[in-house]
């Protein structure tokens, strides 16, 4: 699975943003697509993903009711709108997809990383 990112940049405290991360296959055949960010010195974590097999929606604890995890299946595309941007949400954000393989393991795919920086 190839994952290309769009979105991100630069944004005041308060504002918004919208990153989009388009597959390059079905999205139906993706057990799990979300967004991870990493800031520095810090590690990877998951900041919201789809789980298509349940139909859930996971949020970290740290943007919920911030962000939105949206999915267009016509164009292999999950979206993530953030709202109410906080400085410490500057990372850069890695736009991540999981399949399980016949055996059940399961392979984990990234899209380039894109910035975030919320700064005034």
């Known amino acids: 699975v190839q994952l290309q990112a769009f979105g991100g940049g630069l944004v005041q405290p308060g504002g918004s943003l919208r990153l989009s991360c388009a597959a390059s296959?079905?999205?139906?055949?993706?057990?799990?697509m979300g967004w991870y960010r990493q800031a520095p010195g810090k590690q990877r974590e998951l900041v919201a993903a789809?789980?298509?097999?349940?139909?859930?929606?996971y949020y970290a604890d740290s943007v919920k009711g911030r962000f939105t995890l949206s999915r267009d299946n016509a164009k292999n595309t999950v979206t993530l709108q953030m709202n109410s941007l906080k400085p410490e949400d500057t990372a850069v954000y890695y736009c991540?997809?999981?399949?399980?393989?016949?055996?059940?393991?399961?392979?984990?795919?990234w899209g380039q990383g894109t910035q975030v920086t919320v700064s005034s």
């Open positions: 991540n997809a999981v399949t399980i393989d016949v055996d059940g393991t399961p392979d984990h795919y």
């Open positions: 296959r079905s999205i139906f055949s993706i057990s799990v």
């Open positions: 789809f789980n298509s097999g349940g139909g859930s929606t």
